[in-house]
């Protein structure tokens, strides 16, 4: 599914509507360039899960915690200056297979090992200053339903 945006607010929207689909056990792959609009993607998926946090990239942290509506949680991973994940790539695992958790992890390549070949990946690709195109790719059956829910 390719699905054009064009401001961040309508990123953000989009954001809130797979959030409002997410049931928890859930793993999203956000892949694209420094910019691309993955943080405000996962901002607008907080918002459908009714967290009140200010979501922040944690470029800095590799991880942050949100508490989420219906006893969920979720969990924003982001490797992108990590070669290697070492003890994350444990943490991750961890929070992949919690059935309460929604796990978004930014610049997977370091911790591809450990993701399951089930998830949804997401492709960022901004092709202007406000303009961005999402792939999105449902790698499993319970992803193709999410993505069928979405259309």
Sequence with gaps: MIIEVHSEEAMKLLGGRIG???HGGELIELIGDVGA????????????LTIDEDVQSPSFTISRL???????RLAHYDFYRLSDAGIMAHELSESIHDP???????????VAH????ERL???????????????ITPLGERYKTLVGALA
């Design 20 to 22: 409002q689909l997410l």
């Design 37 to 48: 609009g993955k943080t405000t993607f996962t901002k607008g998926l907080a918002t459908g």
């Design 66 to 72: 949100y508490e989420a509506r219906d006893d969920l």
């Design 100 to 110: 309460q958790m929604i796990t978004v992890v930014e610049w997977a390549d370091a």
């Design 114 to 117: 450990v993701l399951p070949k």
């Design 121 to 135: 990946q997401i492709r960022l690709v901004s092709p202007s200053i406000a303009d961005r195109t999402l792939e």
